[in-house]
């Protein structure tokens, strides 16, 4: 595959997956079903500020990205780009898609979002151009403290769910189901979507324990 398509596809993959990732889980809160852990957090400050989910997405993940800094991670382009382009395209999907009425609709709303943020994990995590800012947090804290990144993880992820909870965020079946099925999904497009590398051929995304931990499982 010639260099320039190459990049172009990386490019596609990542800006597609993150507004994906976006509209999948502007569908888990339109289920009124539970949302996914950081999510709970974000409609929990939403709740309080008046401000929409997507502009409190967008505020957390600069203010995790600050974090970075003592812990001595790098970000990438997909670092800086999903900062800003999850939360603009949660808000703008739930700009477009009303609440689900009835079970028929609410079940539709979280089986989908669910699927979709697993495309999206695949798509932008294989187009390799860094992790996002609450995945580079979980890695941070490994090289920092040593911890494993299933521990450093579960900590953290256990944190921004109860606090958002307490602050009024949605936790509910959606919330459980999210969590069990996700690693599974995003391991499977990370496969699918996976690009070739130019030179070898090769379509391994993720070359090491490290790497792979950083899906959301």
Known sequence: MPSGTHLTRRLIQLYAGLALYGASSALLLR??????????LHEGIAEKTGLTIGVVSIIVGALVLLLWIPLKQKPGLGTVSNVFAVGLAMDGTLALVPDAQGWPLRVSAL???????????????????????????????????????????????????ATGFLLGGTVGVGTVLYALAIGPLAQFFLRFFAIPDPQSGSRVVAGSPRKRAILRS
């Open 111 to 161: 089986v989908g979002g669910i699927l979709l943020n697993g495309v999206a994990t695949g798509l932008y995590i294989s187009a390799k151009f860094g992790p996002g800012p609450r995945d580079g947090l979980m890695t941070g804290l490994n090289h920092a403290t040593g911890w494993s990144i299933r521990l450093s993880r579960t900590c953290v992820e256990i944190a921004v769910v």
């Open 31 to 40: 289920s009124g079903l539970g949302l996914e852990p950081w999510n709970v």
